[in-house]
Each structure stands twice: as C-alpha cells, then as structure tokens.
Nanobody, 115 residues
Framework: QVQLVESGGDLVQPGGSLRLSCAASGSILQINTMGWYRQAPGKQRELVAVITSGGITHVADSVKGRFTISGDNGKNTVYLQMNSLKPEDTAVYYC?????????WGQGTQVTVSS
C-alpha cells in the first residue's frame, strides 16, 4: 500500500558527510511521523531521528549536533543530513513512516564510515 524508497547510503571517511533521502508513495491518507532508524551488526535497531508532519523533530542524543532531520510535505519525503560522521555511525539506516494504525519500513541503506 505504501512504498518507501531510500537513497544516499555510501562509504565515507570519518568526519565526512552524507545526506539520506526517503520518498514515500502509494495510498497515503495521513502521515503522523517519518523517521530514521539504524541497526549495526549484533545490535538492536535504534531510533536516530523523527519528524512529525508539523515539523517537530527529535534527534537521538548519540547524534545530536551532528545529524539533522527535515522533511518536504509536498513530496512526502524525509531527509537525514549526517555531518561529522564517526565509525560508530556505521549501520544499515532504515526509513520509517507512521500513519494512523499503520507503520511502514524502507528496505534499508548501508552507511559505512571508515578510513
């Protein structure tokens, strides 16, 4: 019913930057929130950042000051600007969309931070 298409994952050196994008399409009635989660090998999936349709944002303490989430309501798209990347940011990053009573996930995009 809803599809999430992610882009922007890459290999980057420590201190570098990446910008992830996630575009939602399909039978979207209302978006409550869109966000980004990440999962490193052997670890539980964790929230990175989330934004409401009204523009209210929350960023995890581990990335606060380095990552910024933003959205384009007209395009049903959410972005994650990642600056000052660290090796511990290496993970698969997943886009998430929450509608009333329904949650959708993207396929994930690999971000690798290594010299």
């Amino acid at each position: 019913q809803v599809q999430l298409v992610e882009s922007g994952g890459d290999l980057v050196q420590p201190g570098g930057s990446l910008r992830l994008s996630c575009a939602a399409s399909g039978s979207i009635l209302q978006i409550n929130t869109m966000g980004w989660y990440r999962q490193a090998p052997g670890k539980q999936r964790e929230l990175v950042a989330v934004i409401t349709s009204g523009g209210i944002t929350h960023v995890a303490d581990s990335v606060k000051g380095r990552f910024t989430i933003s959205g384009d309501n007209g395009k049903n798209t959410v972005y994650l600007q990642m600056n000052s990347l660290k090796p511990e940011d290496t993970a698969v990053y997943y886009c998430n969309l929450a509608m009333p009573g329904r949650i959708y996930w993207g396929q994930g995009t690999q971000v690798t931070v290594s010299s």
